[in-house]
């Protein structure tokens, strides 16, 4: 049985996970983090717990804290191939920079320069398969779900599969993008194209399958608790509204991680840019040509 190891980011860096594993080939990095020190200690465990020979690096969605520490990786690393599904690509490619703006204002000398910035090199469509000895891996594409779309990694031997944002653990997703029939239906998907006893997930602790019915069970609750506090017709909710449905979604959850940036919350942003699922809503995109959400 493979050897799982998981970095977690403290709280400032969302505890976010890296995840890595030992292949006959070498070693496969999926993941590398927001803030450039927690990258360097993911670096520093690598080479200090594996052969140190890192093979690939997936990245498994377009959200900063999946990938700004491919900068440190690339220094270290300078050939290793950073993989991800095309449709990731493009909208790295399309946020990169406005994201990095506003990310900037929160954490400036601890995520990389724009110009550092290091993208994804090695890209796919539908599904990747990568024979490594004894480990077959399955880099499946999926489309929008807690981004606008995913990456994410099955290996057969284990039954394990990894999936970014797809699945946390005890943790409030980010919902502000949208996409929440589409994400219950990927959900179900997993339940049918893999057999999986382990994931290894975006944000929080390692766990069985019971993590896709927790992640079904809290987007279930958040539709019903937005319907509640939704006026009818209403494209959005009230500010009073938003604040009902985030007392309630937070007081359901009590142990769940609420991530903070600056000021604000996570839910507490996402509730304020409804998903086009709810009634009423127009579904307007989410994001300007410029990338901008
Ligand atoms: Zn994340």
Request: avoid cysteine; hydrophobic fraction near 25%; aromatic fraction near 10%.
């Given at each position: 049985m493979t050897t799982y190891q998981s970095y977690t980011a403290e709280d400032p860096g969302l505890r976010v996970n890296s995840h890595f594993f030992e292949t006959e080939r070498g070693v496969v990095l999926v993941d590398t983090q927001l803030h450039l020190p927690y990258a360097e200690e993911v670096l520093e465990q690598i080479r200090s717990t594996t052969s140190g020979n890192l093979l690939y690096i997936v990245t498994t969605h377009a959200h900063p804290d999946h990938w700004y520490g491919n900068t440190i990786f690339r220094r270290a690393f300078p050939n290793v191939p950073i993989i991800t599904c095309r449709s990731v690509s493009d909208e790295i490619q399309a946020t990169a920079l406005p994201r990095r703006e506003r990310w900037d204002r929160l954490f400036a000398d601890r995520i990389p320069k724009a110009e550092d910035l290091v993208f994804p090199d090695c890209v796919f469509s539908g599904r990747l398969t990568l024979k490594l000895g004894e480990h077959t891996l399955q880099v499946d594409e999926y489309g929008p779900a807690e981004a606008g779309a995913h990456t994410v990694v099955y290996v057969e031997e284990d039954r394990t599969l990894i999936t970014g944002d797809i699945v946390d653990n005890k943790k409030h997703p980010?919902?502000?993008?949208?996409?929440i029939d589409n994400w219950c239906a990927i959900l179900e998907e997993f339940r049918q194209r893999y057999r999986i006893d382990t994931i290894l997930p975006g944000h929080g602790a390692p766990g069985g399958a019971e993590l896709l019915e927790e992640s079904s069970q809290w987007l279930d609750n958040y539709r019903t608790v937005v319907q509640k506090h939704l006026e009818p017709e209403a494209l959005h909710l009230t500010e009073e509204g938003a604040q009902k449905a985030f007392e309630e979604i937070v007081s359901g959850y009590p142990d769940f991680f609420l991530p903070h940036w600056g000021e604000q919350t996570n839910l507490g942003i996402g509730l304020r840019k409804l998903?086009?699922?709810?009634?009423?809503?127009?579904?307007?995109?989410?994001?300007t040509a410029d990338g901008k959400m």
């Open positions: 980010w919902i502000g993008e949208r996409n998903d086009s699922s709810f009634a009423g809503n127009s579904g307007k995109p989410i994001r």
